[in-house]
């Protein structure tokens, strides 16, 4: 028993040493990211800024665009979206995104320094743009979204925030934002959070595992440190000093006594960080993939689509603007759908040309049997968010995504036990989780940022409770430091 102690002792001494500085920088950075995330452009800021698609001027037809696409491209997906105030045919073809001018037919290719201008001025109009360089991943641009639209050309604004844009070489349009604001305090948020400083140079291979085996050091630390706290602490009685912890050191002692009040918060954040990196593919879950082409009922095939885009937006309400059309096949039928730039959505069933509010549930019920190679075994309309379908705020990591409601809730009987969630309106799939996935929803996302709905609806008592954890858990890693460099400088 001894011997187990002396060895559990060293654990938490050495890995704490190791580990107390990069736990202090978390809960430092933690707090940052409750009100300030790392750079990004989200659906409803693009569609915000976009103009209204114009039925007078738009377009050639979405067949004739594709004649500019190799002889054996099949898309996936197609959009009609407007950039630096033109509009422009998107086809998303294999992993690649390939952009056509919608009024003269050729491919976008070669975006330069006046194209990146040129978007960066009706991005934000009012504004000068100083061009600066051509990026392939930079600070704020690594996120893997991203992938397809570089290298990226960086312009920088004058405006009151000095905003700098990012812009695709692929199609031409902006497609990250970084205010002055956001980069300052990132490097004390989620640069600082993810160990950024590892990204991007010689390092970039290892940046995973360099956080997986820290926040392994630091959850082992914070392990063994409880148990010593409990065993050190003296339930009956009193050491001679009077006092119930044995160290009578102010440092020592304090870290003895936040460490039993906050060891729990920390275990938890420590923990569910962890399992945020999905270590040694924990979560990789052995889910299906969806049957997208079966659901669709049909390939897309601008070549014989039935009707024009200008067509299409003619047949709009003259109050109700599109700013872009997305083209959609569900069970075998074609659709246009068309997005305002309140992200609000209308139905254009271009067979019969004329516009819905949505698609039929029976239609998207049929679709939703052949979505999955397995038995659809329930589906349930959801009229309000709940802890697996819900929506955070836009600077957080999974704030800005759609979440549209009605939503609806689709289960299958396959090994996995895949669920897949479906706007009822269009029939577009909004995303699956699968068995492995819902539990990564406690185990990381639940534990690290209590995102329940009711939880986060609760405010300012959910700031109030987390900062007070964090300040604790800051203040043991600050102990944890001052003794670790006494430590070493022994």
């Not at 061009?131 to 996120?143: A, N």
């Not at 050190?232 to 050491?239: T, V, Y």
């Not at 609000?344 to 239609?363: H, K, L, S």
Request: aromatic share 10%.
């Amino acid at each position: 028993m001894q011997r187990a102690k002396r060895w559990l002792f060293l654990i938490h001494r050495w890995l704490g040493i190791v580990a107390c500085l990069f736990m202090l920088l978390w809960f430092i950075s933690g707090v940052v990211m409750m009100y300030v995330g790392y750079p990004k452009l989200t659906q409803s800021e693009r569609l915000a800024r976009l103009p209204d698609l114009d039925a007078a001027r738009c377009c050639i037809a979405v067949g004739e665009a594709a004649r500019a696409l190799p002889a054996d491209a099949r898309p996936s997906s197609i959009v009609l979206t407007s950039v630096a105030g033109r509009a422009q045919y998107q086809f998303g073809v294999g992993k690649k995104v390939i952009a056509v001018d919608a009024i003269s037919g050729a491919t976008v290719a070669d975006v330069g320094v006046k194209d990146a201008l040129a978007a960066a001025r009706v991005f934000m109009p009012g504004a000068t743009p100083q061009y600066l360089d051509r990026v392939d991943e930079d600070t704020w641009t690594h996120t893997r979204g991203l992938d397809l639209h570089r290298p990226l050309h960086r312009v920088q604004m004058d405006d009151p925030e000095q905003t700098l844009l990012y812009v695709s070489s692929t199609t031409g349009e902006v497609v990250r934002k970084a205010t002055h604001t956001e980069r300052v305090w990132n490097y004390a948020g989620a640069w600082l959070h993810w160990l950024y400083a590892f990204r991007g140079g010689p390092l970039d291979g290892a940046w995973s595992h360099i956080v997986i085996y820290l926040s392994l050091a630091g959850l082992l630390a914070a392990v063994s440190g409880s148990v010593i706290g409990i065993w050190r602490w003296r339930f009956r009685g009193r050491f001679r000093s009077g006092a119930k912890t044995p160290y009578s050191e102010p440092v020592m002692r304090w870290h003895h006594l936040i460490g039993l009040a906050f060891a729990g918060i920390t275990l938890t954040w420590v923990f569910s960080g962890l399992m945020s990196m999905n270590p040694w593919g924990l979560f990789k879950g052995g889910g299906v993939e969806l049957n997208r082409r079966a659901y669709a009922g049909a390939m897309l095939d601008p070549m014989n689509w039935p009707l024009g885009s200008g067509d299409a937006l003619r047949l709009l309400p003259a109050s109700w603007k599109a700013r872009e059309l997305r083209w959609h096949m569900l069970d075998g039928k074609p659709y246009l759908i068309a997005v305002n730039g309140a992200g609000r959505t209308r139905m254009i069933n271009v067979v019969e040309r004329r516009v819905d509010e949505g698609v039929p549930p029976e239609q998207v019920m049929r679709a939703a049997a052949k979505l999955v190679d397995a038995p659809l075994i329930g589906s349930e309309l959801l009229q309000r968010e709940d802890p697996y379908y819900y929506s955070r705020e836009a600077h957080t990591m999974m704030g800005g995504m759609r979440h549209p409601l009605p939503v609806l809730r689709l289960r299958y009987a396959d090994t996995a036990q895949t669920w897949v969630h479906v706007d009822p309106a269009t029939g577009v799939v909004l995303g699956k989780l699968d068995s492995t996935q819902r539990v990564k929803r406690w185990l990381f996302a639940f534990l690290h940022s209590w995102d329940l709905p009711v939880l986060l609806s609760s405010r300012p008592l959910w700031d109030v409770a987390l900062i007070i954890l964090s300040l604790g858990g800051l203040a043991l890693s600050l102990t944890g430091v001052v003794i670790g460099v006494r430590r070493l400088r022994h």
